[in-house]
């Protein structure tokens, strides 16, 4: 038990990631008066598609099927950097920061090129959309980390998280709740949710992400949901590390905490979705340009203490 402990936080994201997406379409359907899908849905479709065959078209090259399994590494590699309870993570370095913002990057850019690949019109409507918002999600959450680091006089994701504590939160509560409502934003964005992007939507006039993988079937198709989990988890995970500063020392006391908290997060994400509806393509850099403000406010905030 004690050699595993410092991999917890990997395995955990590893397995419980696909339970993200269907806490926040429980909730929805919860204030919509449904039944639902079961919490367990994502976990019954990567089953039934990993046991698929693709089918390719004559158009795609290897671009179209390396995407879905570059996109899924660096989301992976991304995750062995993520703090998990206030411990280090497996992969813990200063400047680590910086590698987890580009790994989110590359994973973007594989999902853009293999749309592109196809040679679809409509996947690229959906590639430049992705392309366009990410010009304002990724300084957003760039600024945010960077004030942060600031607080914490760390630049590395595992020091900066669990340097956060009780009397961090009494110094620089307005700068900390920012940054927590700018990394709320980003996630939503990030991970094509309401009110930036809606994944249960088959409209050509509103789709991003989800026309990006139209054309994926089978196992790549399922590395693609599965990936998206893992996003979810990794954003989810650092806003839980956020608002969770007090740390017990007892190792199943901070574990249960943390995920209670990124369930909760996830929670959030489906009343979000239940309180407002999508934002028309034209609003959603503005919302984009909020969480931007909020980073930026908030390093000014700290800079000038």
């Not at 050699?3 to 397995?15: D, K, N, Q, Y």
Request: hydrophobic share 60%; charged share 10%; with cysteine.
């Amino acid at each position: 038990m004690e050699t595993l402990r410092p991999l917890s936080g990997l395995l955990a994201a590893l397995l419980l990631a696909p339970l993200l997406p269907g806490v926040a379409n429980k909730v929805k359907a919860f204030f919509g008066g449904r039944k639902g899908q079961p919490v367990l849905q994502l976990y019954y479709d990567l089953a039934k598609l990993l046991r698929k065959t693709p089918v390719y078209s004559v158009t795609s090259t290897w671009i179209f099927k390396a995407g879905p399994a570059v996109g899924l590494g660096a989301l992976l590699l991304a995750l062995t950097a993520t703090p998990f309870a206030g411990r280090s993570a497996p992969l813990a370095f200063d400047g680590d920061l910086m590698l987890v913002v580009y790994l989110l990057g590359l994973a973007r850019f594989a999902t853009v090129l293999a749309a592109l690949d196809t040679g679809s019109a409509f996947e690229g409507m959906g590639a430049s959309r992705e392309a366009q918002f990410a010009v304002f999600a990724e300084p957003a959450f760039m600024l945010g980390l960077g004030a942060l680091a600031c607080i914490t006089g760390s630049v590395s994701l595992s020091g900066i998280f669990g340097a956060l504590t009780v009397a961090t939160w009494a110094a620089a509560a307005p700068v900390l709740l920012l940054l927590t409502a700018a990394f709320f934003v980003v996630m939503l964005a990030e991970n094509s949710r309401v009110p930036a992007d809606d994944p249960n939507t088959h409209l050509e006039l509103t789709m991003i992400h989800e026309v990006m993988v139209l054309d994926h079937s089978g196992p790549d198709l399922a590395f693609i949901l599965y990936g998206a989990s893992l996003k979810l988890w990794f954003f989810a995970a650092l806003i839980a590390c956020m608002v969770l500063p007090r740390h017990s020392g007892a190792w199943a006391t901070d574990t249960g905490l943390f995920l209670l908290a990124v369930i909760g997060v996830a929670a959030a994400v489906g009343a979000v979705e239940s309180a407002m509806a999508r934002l028309r393509l034209l609003k959603v850099p503005y919302l984009l340009i909020t969480a931007f403000a909020f980073s930026a406010l908030a390093l000014i905030l700290q800079l000038a203490r």
